[in-house]
């Protein structure tokens, strides 16, 4: 009895650890995706475009594509989506203080 116990405890438990790795997983891709798609999505205002205010974000973006730019590789476009994120949502530690 203490056997089985202990069996079907340990399978909740990997069950949950992959469950809230996966979330994890599916938050982070997630965000990612708004960023690129929304966030970082080229004006379609022709008053900016003919103002040649183009893109929000300079060189970063994709330009009249949206999203970064496609010369960069993976690591660097979501640096570039995590940067925009703390920029632009906000982070705590902005001010260089410890809060503990």
């Not at 994890?24 to 891709?29: K, M, N, V």
């Amino acid at each position: 009895m203490a056997s089985a116990t202990r069996q079907r405890f340990a399978k909740l438990s990997i069950l949950g650890i992959v469950s809230h790795g996966l979330t994890g997983i599916a938050a982070f891709e997630g965000a990612h995706v708004w960023v690129k798609s929304l966030e970082l999505a080229p004006h379609n205002d022709p008053d900016i475009k003919h103002l040649g205010m183009g893109p929000r974000c300079g060189k970063w973006s994709g330009d009249d594509t949206g999203g970064t730019d496609p010369a960069l590789r993976l690591k660097a476009r979501r640096t570039v989506k995590d940067t925009w994120m703390t920029q632009n949502w906000g982070s705590d530690s902005h001010t260089g203080r410890r809060t503990y």
